[in-house]
């Protein structure tokens, strides 16, 4: 069994200190059910990919189709002023997990926002 596709959306693109930016929150679903979900920060050019970076939420258990929304705090960003990369990785029930390192292009099994356009790739 291919790892769960995420679909997403967001209220923002960029954090900072800065009143009205400090915080995006963030809704996720998968199309299978997921043994667990994870979303973590790495700084620009560092390694990232399950398991690498600070994680930002986690949930574990979840339905297919079922909406997990959470919040993206400025103060999450551990490393310091710059460029995050934000990554989302679900685990399927077989284990398998949605990985975006590294890229590959391929149409399905792609990362999609809500408005359906491809956000990043899959590893299986």
């Not at 986690?58 to 993206?72: G, K, L, Q, V």
Request: with cysteine.
């Amino acid at each position: 069994m291919a790892a769960p596709e995420i679909v997403f959306s967001s209220t923002g693109e960029r954090l900072s200190a800065v009143e009205g930016f400090d915080r995006i929150t963030v809704t996720v679903r998968s199309n299978q059910p997921c043994r667990a979900f994870e979303c973590r920060a790495t700084k620009a050019g560092e390694e990232y990919g399950v398991g690498k970076g600070v994680l930002l939420a986690s949930f574990s258990n979840t339905p297919a189709d079922t909406s997990r929304t959470f919040e993206i705090y400025d103060d999450f960003l551990l490393r310091g002023d710059g460029a995050y990369r934000i990554s989302l990785f679900a685990q399927g029930e077989d284990g398998s997990w949605n990985d975006n390192h590294p890229y590959i292009p391929v149409e399905e099994g792609a990362y999609v926002t809500a408005e359906q356009a491809v956000y990043l790739c899959m590893r299986e």
